[in-house]
């Protein structure tokens, strides 16, 4: 009875939520050797995403985060701010919830933090994700740079940030590395899938190639997996194809 009455007597709490796409993959110094199986070290030159129709607590931040923009984990620092939220909650101290947003290709995406250029790759290209780096081994070394057009709309996401936060922020958090496993992260298949032996593992080699991972194509894989690498902070989302 003491706990209803204290309860009741709460006023309700209104509070500025800041939302952030943020990297969790160690992006800026590539994948520490000891989390890949088989001893690559994996370093991100690019990661983009083509991300937008955010919500928070079930509705949109601003007319602003419905647009597609393109943003390059790569650099962002402690994140990249997608926009800010004014909500107003009857219990002060309960989780931001009802958090939703959408990893797709976009006809008119616009610029985060990057170029022209690449605004027009993701476009022209159909791109969900877009990504390049090198993996190195000893004295070996490969290239990728590949498009993944695999897009996801994520729904129902509560975050660890409260009402009772003064400025509380909400994370979208990526996962790149998660392309190259699950719990256990190889790039192996992937070294060895270049077939001409150049240095660059292409698109094509990678849809020829016989080697699988997870059951599945290489190819295959990576767009399984591009529309997965999301999460609020760790926590599950509902994922529904966009």
Request: charged letters at 25%.
């Amino acid at each position: 009875m003491l706990l209803s009455a204290c309860a009741a007597g709460e006023d309700a709490v209104e509070r500025d939520i800041d939302v952030l796409l943020a990297d969790a993959s160690f992006v800026d110094d590539g994948i520490h050797p000891s989390t890949v199986k088989d001893g690559w070290v994996v370093t991100f030159s690019r990661l983009q995403v083509s991300i937008g129709d955010v919500v928070v607590e079930e509705s949109s931040l601003d007319e602003a985060s419905q647009r597609y923009r393109i943003v390059d984990l790569v650099g962002a620092d402690d994140g990249f701010v997608l926009g800010r939220a004014h909500r107003t909650s009857e219990h002060p101290h309960a989780l931001i919830r009802g958090i939703g947003f959408t990893i797709a290709s976009a006809a008119g995406p616009v610029a985060g933090n990057v170029d022209e250029s690449d605004v027009e790759r993701m476009r022209t290209g159909l791109y969900s994700i877009y990504v390049e780096g090198t993996a190195q081994r000893g004295e070996e070394t490969k290239f990728f740079s590949w498009g993944l057009t695999a897009g996801n709309s994520y729904v129902g996401c509560i975050s660890q940030a409260s009402f009772a936060d003064e400025e509380p922020r909400v994370t979208i958090s990526v996962r790149g590395d998660r392309l190259f496993g699950d719990e256990e992260l190889v790039f192996d298949p992937f070294a060895a899938s270049d077939a001409n032996a150049d240095g660059e593992i292409e698109e094509a080699e990678l849809r020829d190639s016989q080697i699988t991972l997870g059951g599945k194509n290489l190819w295959t894989w990576l767009e399984a997996h591009a529309g997965t690498l999301f999460s609020v902070e760790g926590s599950p989302c509902t994922i529904e194809p966009s």
